[in-house]
């Protein structure tokens, strides 16, 4: 059994990508409800623990609070943000509202570098999220670190192997945030990194098994990474017992649907069905130009014809899918966190009642990269793994405003000519995401000696770890001069081509 970090979920939507950062050191982490049973955590027999951050304040009535108890486990604990002010207050210190509170970047100034910060420069940049300050410390504890704002941004009890950081060390723009959540894992959990993603494929396995016994599942396949390794998971899990559907839902790009036949054809032994909806979608669509609202009903259509697949396989239990962590976060008010609701992508957030269906989501919590491993270790090709991300919605979230079909051939021929220069060019595999946006927008060109009126496209292309943040990318003059100069010159429909030049946030990756 691979050494445990148990994570105490506290509502930070950033829980997950703590226990990422576990995993990423090859150590086994696991997460669990901030109100888990001492005796509970006890029998996983953790080496270490750690207490997330979470929108409440400790100061409030009825805050999460962990038992008493756990602080004389024995074991090591990180507190993180509200981690932090929890233990501090639980363990006698003092929290106050901070007069200033404390978001986005800051300077975090080390005093000691303790075990926390071995052999890290003396001035960090770390991104904060904090209202409440600790204002005392508890008994057994001494400062590590300080902020403008907060004089204990980071603290050690060496005797009982208690740290706090009100700063959070899993986000990327935390610098050396994972050396020093490597440094609680190896220098104070003494974690050996005796974990790694064939142990999650293993594990996984098992607990499908479990879940599914002998029961029939059925997977929506889109034919991109998520649901294709979700796909191959399964498969190599239940085998016969699994379904796999792909929705032509008239929003794919060009001659995707033969791809997917043929991926799975090739590399996935279980039973494939098509379900060529594509003209229902877009009956549905007509008209509409709300993001939202186009959303909802591609969501919920795409329901429907499953529901119709389903019901022509005869008894089927579970709906396996292949969301991931970010799609998760962006769409569930986690801990009740209203923030972090951004979009509701339609692939999550359960189903109808009437669907009787339990959800199976192998994936929920890994991030892209963790996938993509999950993947090799699978045996998928290459090809399928590096393959960007696309949304559920598909085109329909990239034609902006109303879908109409002759929007959709120019998008597709556009976007087509992008990733073939993409690929050629080498750039392909160096972006999160690439894609051509249909904007509805007309502008004057001239064509040899004619007026034309004409649709815009713009260009989007970022790069990313984990699309919860996003930077556009720096492609160079002469790949978008000749992907310009081709849709132009080939598309019908296009005569002015941009480059969007957001970052994510403010904006997000999509445009819709
Ligand atoms: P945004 O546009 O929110 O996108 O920055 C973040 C990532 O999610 C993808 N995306 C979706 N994926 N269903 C999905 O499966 C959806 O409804 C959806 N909307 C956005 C997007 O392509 C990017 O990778």
Redesign the pocket.
Known sequence: MAQTIVVLDFGSQYTQVIARRIREANVYSKVLPFDTPVGEIKALKPVGLVLSGGPASVLANGSPKPHRSLFNLGVPILGICYGLQLMGKMLGGEVKASQQREYGRGKLSITKPGTLFKGLPKELTVWNSHGDCLTKLPKGFRELARTENSRFSAIEDPARKFYGLQFHPEVEHSEKGTQIIQNFLTQVCKCEGDWGMEDFTEASIRSIQEQVGDKKVILGLSGGVDSSVAAALIDRAIGKQLTCIFVDNGLLRLNERDQVIQLFHNHIPGKLKVARAGALFLNRLKGVTDPEKK?KIIGKTFIEVFDQEVKKLGEVDFLAQGTLY??VI?SVPIGGNPAAL??S???VGGLPKSMKLSLLEPLRELFKDEVRDLGRTLGLPKEVLMRH?????GLG?RVVGEIKPQRLRVLREADAIFIEELIESRWYHRLW?AFCVFLPVRSVGVMGDERTYENVISLRAVTSSD?MT?DWAQLPDKLLRKVSNRIINEVKGANRVVYDISS?PPS???WE
């Open positions: 959303r970010p799609d962006e951004i979009k992508h339609h692939n991300p696309f949304p559920g919605p979230v995401q699309a996003a994510k997000t990756i999509e």
